[in-house]
């Protein structure tokens, strides 16, 4: 019921476990469920991401042995932390073209493959340089992210797909925090049976990497792209038309909102990687805690993604619910100008292991939260380039990471607390941006949506008049029906007043023509 | 709700631990600045056997500090076979303390060169002796003897001591009421230096575990599309 074979496509009247809209994007999201297709995709890809992001912050967690083993300089440690972020930056942006044309499960399932054999190679790293290729190429991993929210952008409707990307997005980067806790045990178990603690660390990444190889296997084996079926049997079918590639680019690219949720979700998200990467190394030296502790301690901020990523998803969608896209805005504003705040206070507790905790909880839970409120708006950007632009926005995340992480934590000559400080002062000066965003059809920060203006002319507006002709638009079409749902019951119960008066009206004349 | 009271009871009870296992200060703390005036009371010799050569060498002239001067060489490999010696010897008949402290341990240590210690904060000195980061490894530890004035061991380097030129210190614990405090100090800076090594850290075997492992999810993904492709043509 639902489950498709490989080449097999939907009939025109399909049943699906779960209830489903015009589109057959499930209507409800309850992680606990693994009806196909929808969950197993939403699980398989929120699990790559996770193993994405435990890969990739892996030789963080270990970096006080790996750093005396290949005797690394700040300066090394800092380039290899950048690189590590770099590497997803084109690779989120090439997702996204990818994913538009063959579909998520091949974008995750060839990024987790092919980035195993990076992490095995970690092991056989001996100086500097070794070390950093070996980060550049692990990071490429992250560009699953892009897949994983395209994935749940095409099973989940528009009343749940914030909810559906925070959680399989939090979740995801929950590894940045569990892989603080897992590797030290993992090398700790090693050293245990005499091995030394050079080689130890080495072995150790043999665990996050046969961890992807057994993913890769399970997404190819057990998934569909899309609720209808995969990419390559709708294309055959003529389900789904292909569309031109410059088409798909100019909508993604000459969208202005693009490029703002771009260069803002790199102070949530950048933020987020650049602390996963400093926080292990910082609690090490400044309070002098053996590793497992100062491990512990930084697993936190990353293990907080469990509720604090998803709750921003669900912020974002409950806002939406009565004041649509205008509250999700807000929301969004708000709670990153929060994360800010708290990131600086955090550079101001570094005489107190107390005070540091608590501030940086509090500082997760606001980072991630807008975070998981960000791909509450992002699906919204454009339908016909949702993956190129959700490419974008994630690789954004990926620039601010090594901005932030140069900036304050490898070439100005700032301590690491200094370096919270002005990180968190950068952030909520960029995060103003957010105040920019406006949507004719719902309106902005501060001003109201334009009378007339409907959500097909926002979506069909990406497509061509030949395009249109040749019907390559007809999910946009559905799509847009779908997101009425952004205007909020606020405006929705004002739209209803005003169509019943003018059906009343229009009534009333009519009466009074048959009178007269 | 009660599955976020629970995280944050959990997340307290976290930091209260780490807060309890944090380094707790048992020495009032002293500084080398402090300890300057009773310096110099000891000699500090150190000699040096490779397993390989099976012959020992001093490298005793040796005050540069950079693992690249050749006096550094050959490097000490850290593999628990080849071996340090270092001998401290009082000059004098008795050892002379802070504030006439009763001088009752003596600790010799290991220390990271200046070279071995730029841009790398983790092994940064500290002129307060309990924040020094820079001298990690213990060589010998042992209570002081008023009948001897000379302390020796032949020091196995250990297999997590990193490429590294390393120099000697001495420390002399004293009690000072009811805590304990470094009254005395001396060390082998611009004197000798030593050189080490890191052991092979890649052997056949992880390289060929690597390769062997590194080519399953590249070839698993090329049998699968192969396999795809054959079915689609066939169509």
């Known amino acids: 019921m639902g489950v498709m074979g490989k080449d097999a496509v939907q009939d025109d009247f399909p049943s699906f476990a779960l209830p489903v809209d015009t589109e057959h994007k499930a209507t409800i999201m309850r992680p606990w469920y693994f009806a196909r297709p929808h969950m197993p995709a939403f699980h398989l890809s929120w699990l790559a991401f996770f193993a994405a992001f435990v890969s990739t912050f892996a030789p963080a967690a270990l970096l006080p042995v790996i750093r005396d083993n290949i005797d690394l300089t700040k300066t090394d440690l800092g380039n290899a932390g950048i690189a590590a972020v770099c590497g997803a930056i084109a690779a989120r942006v090439a997702m996204g073209n990818f994913v538009d044309t063959y579909g998520p499960r091949f974008g995750i399932g060839l990024c987790i493959g092919l980035t195993a054999p990076a992490v095995y190679c970690i092991a056989l790293c001996t100086n500097a340089a070794g070390f950093i290729i070996s980060r550049l190429f692990i990071g490429f991993s992250l560009a699953t992210f892009v897949a994983c929210q395209f994935w749940c952008t095409s099973m989940f409707n528009t009343k749940v797909v914030g909810t559906a990307n925070a959680l399989a997005a939090g979740w995801g980067n929950m590894g940045g925090g569990f ?12 050293k245990a049976s005499s091995s030394p603690a050079f080689l130890a660390w080495r072995w150790a990444f043999f665990v996050p990497a046969s961890f992807q190889v057994l993913l890769t296997v399970c997404i ?96 974002s969608d409950l806002v939406a619910r009565k004041w649509g896209m205008r509250g999700r805005l807000w929301a969004m504003w708000i709670i990153q100008s929060l994360g800010g705040l708290f990131c600086l206070l955090l550079g101001l507790t570094s005489g107190s292991l107390g005070a540091t905790m608590a501030i940086l909880v509090i500082f997760s839970i606001f980072c991630q939260q807008s975070c998981g409120l960000s791909f509450g708006i992002v699906p919204f950007i454009s339908k016909r380039s949702t993956g190129l632009v959700s490419g974008f926005v994630g690789s954004g995340g990926n620039v601010g990471g090594a901005v932030t992480q140069a900036l304050f934590f490898t070439y100005l000559p700032i301590s690491t607390a200094q370096g ?38 926002y979506y069909l507006a990406e497509w061509t008049p030949e395009e249109r002709a040749e019907g390559l638009h007809s999910a946009s079409i559905k799509f847009a029906y779908e997101s009425r749902s952004q205007r909020g019951w606020v405006k929705q119960a004002a739209l209803n007043e005003s169509k019943e008066a003018a059906a009343a009206g229009a009534i009333n004349d009519s009466v009074k023509s048959i009178n007269v | 709700m009660a599955r976020c009271l629970s995280l944050a009871v959990a997340l307290v009870a976290l930091v209260g631990y780490a807060a309890a296992t944090g380094n707790i200060e048992d020495q009032q703390p002293t500084s080398y600045t402090q300890l300057a005036p009773v310096k110099g ?110 302390y020796s061991i032949d020091w196995p380097i250990p297999k997590n001591m990193t490429k590294a030129a390393w120099y000697a210190t001495v420390l002399v614990l004293c009690e000072n009421g009811t805590l304990n405090s470094y009254c005395q100090f001396d060390n082998t800076v611009n004197k000798t230096y030593f050189g080490t090594n890191i052991i092979n850290s890649t052997p056949t075997s992880m390289i060929i575990a690597t390769a062997v492992c590194a080519s399953i999810g590249p070839l698993f993904l090329a049998s699968y599309f192969i396999k795809d492709f054959m079915g689609r043509k066939k169509q």
Request: glycine share 6%.
């Open chain 1, 420 to 457: 919270f400080l002005w990180m968190g002062v950068m952030t909520m000066g960029i995060t103003l941006l957010y105040l920019t965003m406006y949507f004719p059809m719902w309106g902005g920060c501060f001003a109201a949506a334009k009378e007339g203006v409907s959500e097909e002319d």
């Open chain 1, 179 to 190: 892989t603080h806790f897992l590797m030290p045990l993992v090398f700790d178990g090693i």
């Open chain 1, 220 to 315: 190819m084996a057990f998934t569909q792209d899309m609720p209808d079926g995969n990419y390559a049997a709708l294309k055959k079918s003529s389900a789904m038309r292909k569309s031109s590639a410059w088409g798909t680019w100019k909508a993604a690219i000459t969208n202005y909102r693009t490029w703002v949720m771009t260069l803002t979700y790199g102070y949530c998200f950048g933020v987020e990687l650049t602390v996963d990467n400093v926080l292990p190394q910082y609690m090490y030296d400044n309070f002098h805690l053996d590793l497992h502790i100062a491990g512990l301690l930084a697993a936190i901020f990353g293990m907080m993604n469990l509720f604090s990523r998803p709750s921003g998803g669900y912020i």
């Open chain 2, 41 to 150: 009371q000891w000699d500090i010799t150190l000699k040096a056997t490779k397993t390989a050569d099976k012959a020992a060498f001093e490298p005793v002239d040796c005050a540069e500090p950079k693992i690249s001067a050749a006096c550094n060489k050959p490097l000490l490999t850290a593999d628990a076979k080849d071996k340090l010696q270092v001998t401290a010897a009082l000059k004098g008949k008795t050892l002379k303390t802070i504030d006439d402290l009763t001088p009752k341990r003596v600790v010799i240590k290991a220390c990271y060169s200046k070279p071995s210690a730029t841009d790398r904060p983790w092994r940064k000195s500290n002129d307060v002796i309990d924040k020094d980061k820079s001298c990690p490894f213990v060589i010998k530890s042992t209570e002081l003897n008023v009948s001897s004035t000379s």
